[in-house]
C-alpha cells in the first residue's frame, strides 16, 4: 500500500516533520520524515507499504498503545487474545499467528524505538509519549527479518529535548475509569539530557459477576469469589536518558516498565452440546450425561451480567526493558548500534467454559528473557545517488510457561487434571544488507537481502494427575538437550524499481519475500512413533513444523494533488505462501493447538488511501482494503482440503474514515470535533473445516465474528492559556453505537460437550480528559 501519514488539520506535528517549507513558509503537511528503513526519509517517497500516525493524531485520540489503533491503516487488524487485555493478534493482509504460547512466532515484527518485541504475551502496553507509529505492510524481511513475515509495527518515542516542559493529563469515565499521564523534559546538564514519563490507568469490570442464578438445575456449581470481569489495572513508566559527549556521537538510554494487575475478558458461554443433549454437558469420564443443564446459561447475545466459576480469575503481565543506542556520526556515513535487554512475567488464570459449573479452568505462567545486538551502517555515496544500509544483529531468547489445566472438576479429586510445562531456547543471528541507487532523477532501483540463520531448542512435560492411589501417569518428559536442536536458515531478497513523474506523483513495482522461523510445538497433546534420528519413545517433537515463507509481488502509485491539498496512495499485492503455520485448537486431554504446515496459499489484494484537506480548518482522511485469501493446498491427514478449510482473521473488505473539524479558534483557545469510524466484515477465526459430515469435527461457521463497524467521537478545547501553561479538556465516547458482535472465540467441540465461548469488544465508554502542557 502506498504509504500515508495522519496528523490534524493543523499538520502532522512531531511526526519528523521535515524542515521543508512551502512559498508562504509554513511547513508542508504533506512531508513527514519517517525512519522505516533504517534512515530518516519523505514517507510519500519510500517505495513500500506504510502508514504513519503523527504525535497529533495519537494524543488526539488517546492511542498509546497498539490495541486502540485499529483499523486504521487498511488490511491490518490489531484483536486481544481471547481472555486477555495484554496479548495482542496482529494479523496484517492475512496472515496472523493466533495462538500466543511462547513456542510460537509472530507473524508481525514489533519494535520499540528499534528493539524487537519477540512475542504476543505482554505485547499489550503502555508507552505515555509516543512521536508516531509507523506500520509497515507486506514482507520485511531485509531489514526487519525473522517474523516480520506479513509486516512490522515500529513504536517511536519522543527523545528527551534538554529544555524544561512536560505534559500533564488525567481522565474520567464511565466505569469509573480514571487515568492520569505525564511528561517531563528536565534541562540539560551538560551532555545530559532527561526525560521522564509514565501513566497509571484503572477502571472497574465492563462484566458483572453473579452467583449461580439456577441452584437446584446445577448444584455443583461454585459461588463466584469476584463481582466483575474485564477490568483494567495497569501503570508503566519510562526513563529517558540523552547522552551527548561530542557534536558527533549521541547515547540513548531508555528503561520503559509496564505492569497490569487485573481481571481479565470474560468468556461467554453462547452455545452447548450442539449434537447432543441441548441442556447437559457430557461427562467423558463417565461416557454420561450429568445433570447440569448449562443451556440455562448459554446465549448468543452479549450480556452485561454473567455467571462464572470465578476462582480464581487474574491477569498479570510485568515487562521492563533497558536500551542502549550509541549513533555515530561519520560524515558520509552514520554507525549505529541498538543493544537491549527484555524481561516478561505474565501470569493468567482462566476460567474457559463461561457458566458458574467448574468445568474448564487453565492458567498459564510465562517467564521469558531477551537479549538483542544489532549494528546498522548507512550513509550515502556517488554524489547522493547511492544510499546503503548494512546491519548485523543478534538474538538470544529463554521462554518457558508452566500451564496447569483443569476440566470437569465439578466431579472433584476424579477431574481430568494436567501437569503441563513446556519451555525453549533461540538463538539466532543475521546480517543483511539493502542499497538505493538512483538511475536517473527520476527513476531508483532498491536491491536488498538478508541472511539469518537460528537454531531451538525443547523441553515439555505432560502428567495426567490421576486421584490418589492412582500415580500420576507421565506423558512427555523431555528436557533439554534430549532431542537435536532445531536449526533454520533463510535468505530473504527483495527489489524495488520506483520512478518519480513528477514532484507530486511516485509508482513502484516491489518483491519482497518473507520468512517467519519454524519450531516446536511446545504445548503439543499428540504423540507418534518416532523418527530415526530421534531415541525410542519419544513424542512428535522430533519433528519440528518448517518456517513459513511468503513471495509478495506488490505494485503502488502516490501521489499528492490540487496543490497539496489531497494525498491519494493506491496498491495492490499478490503474495504466494508456503508452508503456512496455523494453530488448530485441539480440546482432547489437555487443551492445546496442533501445529499444521497446512501447505501453500495465495492472498491478494487492493489498498486506497486519501488525506483530503479543503481548507486548513478541517482535514478528512479515509482507508479502504480489499483481501482475497485462498489455499492453494491444504495437507490435513494426508488429504489435500484446501477448498474446505476457512482462513482466519481475512475479513474481505475493511473501511476506516475519519475528520477532524477545527470548529472555532482564538485567542482564548482552539475547539475542535473529530470522528473516527473503522468498519470490518465478517471473518473467521480459527481455520476450521467450512463444512463437514463428521460429528466430532469442529466446523468454521461457528467461530466466525459477523464483522463489526465502530465509531469513536472528540470534542476537544485545546491551546487554553492560563498562566505561563496551555490548558486543554476534551470529552470523549468509544464505540459510540455500542457495538456489540463477538469478535473473537474458543470452540471445545462437539466432543467437549460443544462448549462455543464468544469474547466481544468494549462496550460504549465516555469521558472527559483535561490536561496542561509547560
Given amino acids: 500500500m502506498g504509504a500515508l501519514a495522519i496528523g490534524l488539520a493543523t499538520g502532522p506535528a512531531q511526526a519528523q516533520q521535515a524542515d521543508t517549507q512551502d512559498s508562504a513558509g509554513?511547513?508542508?503537511?504533506?512531508?513527514?520524515?519517517?525512519?522505516?528503513?533504517k534512515r530518516a526519509e519523505n514517507l510519500q517517497e519510500v517505495p513500500?507499504?506504510?502508514?504513519?500516525?503523527?504525535?497529533?493524531?495519537?494524543?488526539?485520540?488517546?492511542?498509546?498503545?497498539?490495541?486502540?489503533?485499529?483499523?486504521?491503516?487498511?488490511?491490518?487488524?490489531?484483536?486481544?487474545?481471547?481472555?486477555?487485555g495484554t496479548i495482542a493478534q496482529i494479523a496484517i493482509r492475512g496472515s496472523v499467528t493466533i495462538n500466543p504460547a511462547v513456542t510460537w512466532e509472530p507473524a508481525v515484527g514489533l519494535y520499540l524505538d528499534g528493539v524487537y518485541i519477540a512475542k504476543n504475551q505482554g505485547a499489550i502496553f503502555d508507552v505515555a509519549d509516543l512521536e508516531r507509529v509507523e506500520i509497515l505492510r507486506g514482507p520485511q524481511g531485509t531489514l526487519y527479518g525473522r517474523n516480520s513475515l506479513a509486516g512490522a509495527v515500529n513504536l517511536v518515542t519522543a527523545k528527551p529535548t534538554g529544555e524544561l516542559g512536560g505534559k500533564l493529563e488525567v481522565s474520567y469515565g464511565n466505569y469509573d475509569y480514571k487515568r492520569?499521564?505525564?511528561?517531563?523534559?528536565?534541562?540539560?546538564?551538560?551532555?545530559?539530557?532527561?526525560?521522564?514519563?509514565?501513566?497509571?490507568?484503572?477502571?472497574?469490570?465492563?462484566?458483572?459477576?453473579?452467583d449461580n442464578p439456577f441452584p437446584a438445575a446445577a448444584p455443583f456449581a461454585q459461588p463466584a469469589s469476584v463481582k466483575d470481569a474485564q477490568s483494567l489495572n495497569g501503570r508503566s513508566a519510562m526513563v529517558q536518558v540523552r547522552f551527548e559527549p561530542t557534536d558527533n556521537l549521541t547515547f540513548?538510554?531508555?528503561?520503559?516498565?509496564?505492569?497490569?494487575?487485573?481481571?481479565?475478558?470474560?468468556?461467554?458461554?453462547?452455545?452447548?452440546?450442539?449434537?447432543?443433549?441441548?441442556?447437559?454437558?457430557?461427562?467423558p469420564n463417565s461416557a454420561n450425561y450429568i445433570g447440569i443443564p448449562l443451556g440455562l446459561f448459554a446465549n448468543p447475545e452479549r450480556q452485561d451480567t454473567l455467571s462464572i466459576n470465578a476462582s480464581p480469575f487474574a491477569e498479570y503481565s510485568r515487562i521492563y526493558g533497558h536500551a542502549l543506542t550509541a549513533t555515530l556520526d561519520l560524515g558520509a556515513a552514520e554507525l549505529k548500534s541498538i543493544t537491549a535487554y527484555r524481561d516478561l512475567r505474565f501470569v493468567d488464570t482462566l476460567e474457559l467454559d463461561g457458566s458458574p459449573v467448574d468445568i474448564a479452568q487453565t492458567s498459564r505462567i510465562t517467564d521469558m528473557n531477551s537479549f538483542s545486538q544489532e549494528l546498522q551502517l548507512t550513509g550515502s555515496a556517488i554524489d547522493d545517488r547511492l544510499h546503503y544500509v548494512l546491519g548485523?544483529?543478534?538474538y538470544d531468547e529463554s521462554a518457558g510457561t508452566v500451564n496447569p489445566q483443569k476440566f470437569f472438576g465439578v466431579f472433584g479429586p476424579g477431574a481430568n487434571r494436567f501437569d503441563s510445562r513446556y519451555a525453549s531456547n533461540t538463538t539466532a543471528w543475521a546480517a543483511y544488507a539493502q542499497a538505493d541507487f538512483k538511475i536517473t532523477e527520476a527513476l531508483k532501483l532498491t536491491l536488498?537481502?538478508?541472511?539469518?540463520?537460528?537454531?531451538?531448542?525443547?523441553?515439555?512435560?505432560?502428567?495426567?494427575?490421576?486421584?490418589?492411589?492412582?500415580?500420576?501417569?507421565?506423558?512427555?518428559?523431555?528436557?533439554?538437550?534430549?532431542?537435536?536442536?532445531?536449526?533454520?536458515s533463510n535468505f530473504s531478497p527483495a527489489a524495488t524499481l520506483s520512478y518519480e513523474v513528477n514532484r507530486d506523483v511516485n509508482v513502484y513495482a516491489r518483491f519482497a519475500r518473507g520468512f517467519k522461523s519454524g519450531g516446536f510445538n511446545g504445548e503439543t497433546n499428540t504423540f507418534v512413533a518416532p523418527t530415526p534420528d530421534c531415541p525410542t519413545g519419544t513424542p512428535e517433537l522430533c519433528n519440528p513444523y518448517r518456517p513459513e515463507k511468503v513471495d509478495s509481488y506488490e505494485v503502488g502509485l502516490k501521489t499528492v494533488l490540487a496543490d497539496g491539498a489531497m494525498t491519494l496512495n493506491i496498491a495492490g499485492f499478490y503474495d504466494k505462501h508456503k508452508d503456512i503455520q496455523l494453530s488448530v485448537f485441539d480440546a482432547g486431554g489437555a487443551a492445546a493447538s496442533t501445529v499444521l504446515n497446512a501447505g501453500a496459499a495465495t492472498i491478494k489484494g487492493i489498498e486506497i488511501e486519501t488525506i483530503i484537506r479543503p481548507a486548513p480548518w478541517l482535514t478528512f482522511n479515509g482507508s479502504f482494503a480489499y483481501l482475497d485469501a485462498k489455499y492453494d493446498s491444504f495437507i490435513d491427514g494426508g488429504i489435500d482440503v484446501s477448498d474446505n478449510r476457512a482462513f482466519p482473521h481475512t475479513p474481505k473488505y475493511s473501511v476506516s474514515a475519519g475528520f477532524d473539524w477545527r470548529v472555532l479558534e482564538g485567542s482564548w483557545g482552539r475547539?475542535?470535533?473529530?470522528?473516527?469510524?473503522?468498519?470490518?466484515?465478517?471473518?473467521?477465526?480459527?481455520?476450521?473445516?467450512?463444512?463437514?459430515?463428521?460429528?466430532?469435527?469442529?466446523?468454521?461457521?461457528?467461530?466466525?465474528?459477523?464483522?463489526?463497524t465502530m465509531v469513536n467521537m472528540t470534542a476537544s478545547l485545546t491551546r487554553i492559556p492560563i498562566g505561563g501553561v496551555e490548558a486543554k479538556i476534551s470529552a470523549w465516547v468509544r464505540n459510540l453505537t455500542n457495538e456489540d458482535a463477538p469478535s473473537n472465540f474458543i470452540d471445545f467441540g462437539p466432543d467437549f460437550g460443544g462448549i462455543l465461548i464468544g469474547y466481544f469488544p468494549d462496550p460504549r465508554t465516555f469521558g472527559l480528559t483535561v490536561g496542561m502542557e509547560f
Avoid at 495519537?58 to 490489531?78: M, Q, W, Y
Avoid at 473503522?678 to 469435527?697: E, G, I, R, W
Fill in 26 to 37: 509554513a511547513a508542508d503537511p504533506n512531508i513527514i520524515v519517517v525512519t522505516a528503513q
Fill in 48 to 84: 513500500i507499504a506504510i502508514s504513519a500516525l503523527s504525535s497529533a493524531y495519537l494524543e488526539a485520540r488517546d492511542i498509546t498503545s497498539i490495541d486502540s489503533i485499529g483499523a486504521v491503516a487498511p488490511n491490518v487488524k490489531f484483536e486481544r487474545a481471547p481472555g486477555s
Fill in 180 to 210: 492520569a499521564k505525564a511528561t517531563l523534559n528536565l534541562p540539560a546538564i551538560g551532555p545530559f539530557s532527561i526525560k521522564l514519563s509514565g501513566q497509571i490507568s484503572k477502571r472497574d469490570g465492563f462484566y458483572d459477576i453473579q
Fill in 252 to 283: 540513548d538510554y531508555a528503561y520503559d516498565y509496564s505492569k497490569y494487575d487485573q481481571r481479565p475478558s470474560p468468556g461467554q458461554l453462547l452455545r452447548v452440546n450442539q449434537n447432543g443433549d441441548p441442556r447437559d454437558i457430557f461427562d
Fill in 392 to 394: 548485523a544483529f543478534y
Fill in 448 to 488: 536488498g537481502g538478508r541472511y539469518t540463520k537460528e537454531k531451538k531448542d525443547i523441553s515439555r512435560f505432560l502428567q495426567i494427575l490421576n486421584s490418589p492411589p492412582t500415580p500420576a501417569f507421565t506423558v512427555a518428559d523431555v528436557q533439554f538437550g534430549d532431542l537435536p536442536d532445531a536449526k533454520f
Fill in 671 to 708: 475547539f475542535n470535533i473529530l470522528g473516527d469510524l473503522s468498519m470490518v466484515s465478517k471473518y473467521h477465526t480459527f481455520p476450521y473445516a467450512l463444512s463437514t459430515t463428521n460429528a466430532s469435527d469442529q466446523v468454521a461457521a461457528d467461530t466466525q465474528s459477523p464483522g463489526r
